[in-house]
């Protein structure tokens, strides 16, 4: 399985981002993606993750300024980001779950992509 992250970057404060990722050469259907972020010195937690039917979760405070999309025909997913705060700055994860049976599902992460906010 190969995951594909982009369109991280250096953004000012107020400004706003809208990365992807792209999975491919999956053996297994795609089940939920979804995004998470890791800054320095802290936990990674979860952005947004979007299920095939198109059902969003959000992680705690990020309901307002984030939101997510998917292309199921192509196994995308897009993460859009308004108002960046420089506390919104770090490793962007991008992370699918594989359908591996009709009951299991096996969690796959991408290498990630940085963001950091600053003026």
């Known amino acids: 399985v190969q995951l594909q992250a982009s369109g991280g970057g250096l953004v000012q404060p107020g400004g706003s981002l809208r990365p992807s990722c792209a999975a491919s050469n999956s053996p297994y259907r795609i089940d939920n993606m979804g995004w998470y972020r890791q800054a320095p010195g802290k936990q990674r937690e979860l952005v947004a993750d979007?299920?095939?039917?198109?059902?969003?979760n959000y992680g705690g405070g990020m309901k307002g300024r984030f939101d997510i999309s998917r292309d199921n025909a192509n196994n995308t997913v897009w993460l859009v980001a308004v108002g960046l705060k420089p506390e919104d700055s770090g490793v962007y994860y991008c992370?699918?779950?594989?359908?591996?049976?009709?009951?299991?599902?096996?969690?796959?992460w991408g290498q990630g992509t940085l963001v950091t906010v600053s003026s």
């Open positions: 992370k699918v779950e594989l359908k591996l049976t009709w009951s299991q599902t096996r969690p796959y």
């Open positions: 979007i299920t095939t039917y198109g059902h969003v």
